[in-house]
């Protein structure tokens, strides 16, 4: 089945840096890739939308400039947090629609730790 | 507005008794609903999904789901639970909203714990 392969799994960097995600799609070509963050117990929060070849289009109270994210092939879309704080510790998790009516497919996640 | 609701934060269950974790929705037009797992550090696991058809969806793991367009409900179920079953699970619905490949719109998860 469609698979998206997700790196890294876990991550520890100090407040200041950045910190790149990738997200792969291994046997299909994703056009587009949703990129989630999911607090401790809690739901997955919606940050953006990648698509191919576009800008990326970001929710509500999203800071643009923080979250980087690109999506320059049909199978590959990254997620950088720059100039990461504490507070941007938290699961990310991206995501990409199969073809229309068939579902998604998940990544398994990151954990983002900033210390 | 499109939304999900899940309104147990957690179910108890124990082995071998069936379970029932309760979702209902509010989208315009017919849903595409879905039910995902999640467990510990893990991306999403899928369960599965109503599109159209019966209204008694089979999935994954002994899973199943019964969509009820008159309540608005898609609850989750699976005759015999298993300890292995604990886990986080989310009921979703398809933004459509949005036109073309519509994000997906998650409840607030809930957390199914298995006792032997």
């Known amino acids: 089945g469609a698979v998206v392969s997700q790196h890294p799994s876990r991550v520890i960097c100090k407040s200041g840096t950045s910190v790149k995600i990738e997200c792969r799609s291994l046997d299909f070509q994703a056009t587009t890739m949703f990129w989630y963050r999911q607090f401790p117990k809690q739901s997955l929060m919606l940050m953006a939308t990648s698509n191919e070849g576009s800008k990326a289009t970001y929710e509500q109270g999203v800071e643009k400039d923080k979250f980087l994210i690109n999506h320059a092939s049909l199978t590959l879309s990254t997620l950088t947090v720059t100039s990461a704080h504490p507070e941007d510790s938290s699961f990310y998790i991206c995501s990409a629609p199969l073809s229309f009516g068939s579902g998604y497919t998940f990544g398994s996640g990151t954990r983002l730790t900033v210390v | 507005a499109q939304s999900v609701a899940q309104p147990e934060d957690q179910v108890n269950v124990a082995e071998g008794n069936p379970l029932t974790v309760k979702c209902t929705y509010s989208?315009?037009?017919?849903?595409?609903l879905f039910w995902y797992v999640q467990y510990p550090n893990r991306g999403l696991q899928f369960l599965l999904k109503?599109?159209?058809?019966?209204?008694l969806v089979k999935g994954s793991y002994g899973f199943e789901a019964e969509f009820n367009k008159s309540q608005t409900s898609f609850h989750l179920k699976k005759p015999s639970a298993l300890v292995s079953d604990s886990a986080l699970y989310f009921c979703a619905v398809r933004d459509m909203t949005s036109g073309g490949y519509n994000k997906l719109i998650f409840g607030a998860g809930t957390r199914l714990a298995v006792h032997p």
């Open positions: 989208v315009s037009g017919n849903p595409y």
């Open positions: 109503y599109i159209t058809g019966d209204n």
